[in-house]
């Protein structure tokens, strides 16, 4: 397992109130795709990612797949 930057990992926009993924992630097991938003009504399993915004994330790299697999933050 690895820590990534938030920032590293998503770009999000305070104005528009979107994140956009730099890489494919799946988080709490849901799979969500590079370049797709995430608005704040987006839940990855009851896990609100705006909560999380700025934190480090704890996750698993597959350099095959170029996905991450977020299972943390810290």
Not at 2 to 28: E, K, L, Q, S
């Amino acid at each position: 397992m690895g820590r990534y930057r938030f920032d590293n990992i998503f770009n999000y926009n305070a104005v528009t109130g979107v994140i956009i993924p730099n890489f494919n992630v799946i988080i709490n097991n849901v799979p969500f795709n590079q370049g797709s938003a995430i608005t704040r009504f987006t839940s990855f399993g009851g896990l609100n990612l705006f909560n999380y915004v700025g934190r480090d994330i704890a996750g698993t790299w597959n350099p095959v797949t170029r996905t991450l697999t977020v299972q943390g933050f810290y």
